[in-house]
């Protein structure tokens, strides 16, 4: 089968190649992929920056139908559409796994990045992580459930009410998420960016988000969003934060960073991280997205086969577009 493959740390050794398609064992599933998303991660792993990953398959949003199930596997049938958790296993055994928080488990293996991901024409999940395509939910749009489900984990880690301003930093696709989802949970939100985002500002702005950039005087926020990940923009979280206040960060930074800390003792701030995501943020993904609350066609701004993969992770990291995915399922990928 084709598949995008990666073949060292090097920076950008990628490259397409042909792979055996995978054999389904008894109690796993195997889904002929219809579309799959580029994430900042997999730009993070392209650029190098992600080293000791095992070489090979990448990309971990995606939807697509089934196209065999394993012996023993019950529930589903092929050809069914669905999308999937990058979830691959867990311990089962820890208090994490435990308590319903096994994206914190310590032995978790991650489609896309511990196994191989979605890149590709094929790929195996464990069926306790699929969840089925409601009837009004496209599979371009199911591609998108994961990092939804990732904005849905976060937005329910801090108290949001109905007309409570929040300010968003960072306008990539995380951040244009983060402030959709927020707008659909009633709250008033700003997205914050600089000259270099304008591209993404204005799409924002189109989709009826307020967008900033720079801060107004004197604004403060119960609520700060970092989907940046980046020094400049966790500071400007903090500075826009008021007394009391929560910052709630999105973003992964994946160099090191300096903060005014003792801000956090001297203005009572709260810091919230996130990861990933868990089943019941993926059934409240799923709901918005069929019952029409949260339209997440304007984050899509590209759609290429695999083949051109090189120009879409270039455009990306020169903030050329939003949300890009790779068409992968020939007849699928046209629904």
Same mark, same amino acid.
């Given at each position: ?15 397409? %190649? ?21 994430? %900042? ?5 392209? @650029?190098?920056?992600? +080293?000791? $990953? ?50 914190? &488990? =310590?032995?978790?293996?991650? /489609?896309?990045?511990? /196994?191989?991901?979605?890149?590709? *024409? ?15 939910? +496209? ?10 489900? &990732?904005? /849905? ?13 929040? $300010? ?40 009826? /988000?307020?967008?900033?950039?720079? @801060?107004?005087?004197?604004? =403060? ?14 500071? +400007?979280?903090?500075?826009?934060? *008021?007394?009391? %206040? #929560? ?59 695999? *083949? ?15 949300? #890009? ?11």
């Amino acid at each position: 089968m084709r598949a995008l493959l990666r073949n060292s740390d090097t920076p950008r050794d990628f490259a397409m %190649g042909e792979v055996p398609e995978p054999v389904t064992p008894p109690g796993m599933v195997k889904i002929k992929v219809a579309y799959a998303g580029i994430c %900042g991660s997999d730009l993070h792993i392209y @650029l190098g920056q992600e +080293s000791g $990953l095992p070489q090979g398959i990448h990309g971990h949003e995606f939807s697509g139908t089934i196209a065999e199930l394993g012996e023993g596997v019950s529930g589903f049938t092929v050809g069914q559409r669905v999308t999937a958790e990058h979830t691959a296993s867990t311990c089962g055994r820890c208090a994490y796994c435990k308590t319903g928080r096994y994206q914190l &488990c =310590s032995h978790r293996h991650s /489609i896309g990045f511990d /196994i191989p991901g979605a890149f590709a *024409e094929y790929v195996l999940v464990d069926p306790q992580y699929i969840h089925p395509l409601p009837q009004g939910v +496209s599979l371009k749009a199911g591609a998108l459930t994961e990092p939804l489900a &990732c904005i /849905i984990h976060a937005v329910e880690l801090v108290e949001v009410k109905p007309g409570m301003p929040v $300010l968003v930093v960072g306008p990539g696709p995380m951040g244009f998420l983060a402030a959709l989802t927020l707008r659909a949970y009633g709250c008033q939100v700003e997205l914050l960016g600089t000259q270099v985002d304008r591209e993404r500002l204005e799409r924002a702005d189109a989709a009826g /988000i307020s967008v900033l950039e720079e @801060l107004r005087p004197g604004a =403060s926020y119960p609520l700060t969003v970092d989907c940046s990940g980046a020094q400049g923009g966790i500071r +400007s979280a903090m500075s826009a934060l *008021e007394k009391g %206040g #929560t910052l709630l960060q999105v973003g992964i930074a994946t160099r090191e960073v300096t903060l005014p800390y003792d801000q956090v003792v001297y203005r009572e701030w709260k810091i919230q991280g996130t990861f990933c995501h868990t089943w019941k943020d993926w059934h409240q993904a799923l709901r918005l997205e069929e019952t029409g609350r949260l339209d997440l066609s304007p984050v899509v701004t590209g759609e290429v086969e695999l *083949e051109d993969w090189q120009s879409a992770f270039e455009d990306l990291l020169d903030k050329k577009g939003m949300k #890009t995915l790779f068409r992968i399922g020939g007849e699928e990928a046209a629904q």
